[in-house]
């Protein structure tokens, strides 16, 4: 069972972000992020796939032409934990 962080501990990795705020009461964490095209969208999309597969860790998402919204959260703890800050930091790096 993987752990789930206490707000103290998220409110530290989440700092260490850039543009991922709460949501879900604070048992996810949620970017927007914009591209210039859908090619653009997608093909971060398929990149992302990758690393979320790799890490056994899966986003949850939503995307609209050059738009995606990404939120992380861990099923296996209800809520959030290191996982979801290592994707993101890695979701921010493609
Ligand atoms: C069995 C498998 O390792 C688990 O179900 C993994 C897969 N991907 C996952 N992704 C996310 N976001 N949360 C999980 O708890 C999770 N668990």
Redesign the pocket.
């Known amino acids: 069972m993987?752990q789930k962080l206490d707000r103290t501990e998220c409110d530290s990795a989440l700092q260490a972000l850039d543009g991922w705020t709460y949501s879900r009461d604070g048992d996810a964490i949620t970017k927007t992020y914009k591209f210039k095209s859908f090619v653009m969208a997608f093909g971060w999309m398929s990149s992302a796939a990758i690393l979320?597969e790799k890490a056994?860790?899966?986003?949850?998402w939503f995307n609209v032409y050059n738009r995606v919204d990404v939120t992380?959260?861990?099923?296996?703890?209800d809520g959030l934990?290191a996982?979801?800050f290592a994707?993101a930091k890695k979701f921010d790096a493609i």
Not at 56 to 60: A, I, K
């Open positions: 993987i979320a056994d860790h899966h986003p949850e992380l959260t861990t099923h296996d703890c934990s996982r979801d994707l």
